[in-house]
């Protein structure tokens, strides 16, 4: 089970993740981020830091969580994966759109 807490500062959200982000997490994250954007802080940064494993569902929440966040008007962005998160996204080019960023200043100081 993924453990999911959330920081704010800036008006940018934090959510830091612990846990294998797989099918029976994603939908935990989905429903976090969806939860920060309605209430109005559609910039979020997911601190992946304590992440050992995405399968494709915890991807699909990541996109479906920067979809979201997009539509509101602000975007999500992925801080500290390790080599094997990274891997998927670039496999897949969706590195181009779910940016990933080295830390979460990294991710924080583009807005």
Same mark, same amino acid.
């Not at 099918?23 to 976090?32: D, G, S, Y």
């Not at 080295?102 to 924080?108: C, K, L, S």
């Given at each position: 089970?993924?453990?999911?807490?959330?920081?704010?500062?800036?008006?940018?959200?934090?959510?830091?993740?612990?846990?294998?982000?797989?099918?029976?997490?994603?939908?935990?994250?989905?429903?976090?981020?969806? +939860?920060?954007? =309605?209430? &109005?802080?559609? !910039? $979020?940064?997911?601190?992946?830091?304590?992440?050992?494993? *995405?399968?494709?569902?915890?991807?699909?929440?990541?996109?479906?969580?920067?979809?979201? +966040?997009?539509? =509101?008007? &602000?975007?999500? !962005? $992925?801080?500290?994966?390790?080599?094997?998160?990274?891997? *998927?996204?670039?496999?897949?080019?969706?590195?181009?759109?779910?940016?990933?960023?080295?830390?979460?200043?990294?991710?924080?100081?583009?807005?």
């Amino acid at each position: 089970m993924i453990e999911l807490t959330n920081s704010v500062s800036d008006g940018v959200a934090v959510i830091h993740c612990t846990g294998r982000l797989n099918m029976k997490a994603a939908p935990h994250l989905k429903k976090r981020v969806d +939860a920060i954007v =309605a209430e &109005g802080l559609p !910039r $979020i940064v997911v601190d992946l830091t304590g992440v050992p494993f *995405v399968d494709s569902s915890g991807l699909g929440a990541l996109i479906g969580g920067l979809k979201t +966040a997009r539509l =509101a008007g &602000g975007d999500l !962005r $992925i801080a500290c994966a390790g080599d094997q998160i990274l891997a *998927v996204p670039a496999l897949t080019n969706l590195d181009r759109i779910l940016r990933p960023h080295a830390t979460i200043e990294d991710a924080r100081g583009e807005w």
